[in-house]
């Protein structure tokens, strides 16, 4: 076993605790081992406090078991969101090969990120974002083409906006 970084540590905790019904912090320590992480009861109580897990009553299972919330970023936002977030922030779409690049008012580019993101929409691998520019990088299947007319029909300005 050995000392792992803490953001690897911590993901490693995130998986067991959606992959088993750990009651106590202990079984936590076994099964961090049982992966080849090394970690006390101390360090796995702090990562628990800092991923956010509660415990909850789950059926079929005495007592409580750790689970953590969804992290936003794994909350799925609806396509209507999308739509409402590019029709009031985007202000053009540009397109070259298999990007797009997407500009917004200042300091707005994470916004429409952030919903791309979490929308999941088709053809989109993922995105990054400055202040006022996001650069979306669309799958080749859809291409940069296809995904800015996407884009703009959601945003409701046709095929150029």
């Known amino acids: 076993m050995s000392r792992v970084p803490k953001n690897r540590r911590q993901h490693v905790v995130a998986r067991l605790l959606s992959e088993h ?8 320590v076994e099964l961090l081992g049982a992966e080849g992480v090394d970690a006390a009861q101390a360090t796995v109580s702090r990562d628990l406090e800092e991923l956010g897990a509660v415990r909850v009553r789950i059926p079929g299972v ?3 078991v750790y689970a953590i919330a969804e992290l936003p970023k794994d909350q799925v936002a ?6 409402r977030v590019l029709g009031e922030w985007v202000v053009e779409l540009g397109v070259s090969g298999n990007l797009v690049v997407v500009r917004t008012p200042p300091g ?4 429409v990120a952030s919903a791309l993101d979490r929308t999941s929409l088709d ?10 520019t996001l650069l979306v990088v669309a799958t080749e299947e859809v291409g940069g083409p296809g995904l800015a007319e996407r884009l703009a029909e959601l945003a409701g300005g046709g095929e150029a906006l």
């Open 21 to 28: 019904a750990v009651t106590n912090q202990a079984q936590l």
């Open 62 to 64: 005495e007592g409580q």
């Open 78 to 83: 609806p396509v209507d969101h999308l739509r």
């Open 108 to 111: 707005s580019a994470h916004v």
């Open 123 to 132: 053809g989109v691998l993922g995105t990054v974002a400055g202040d006022d």
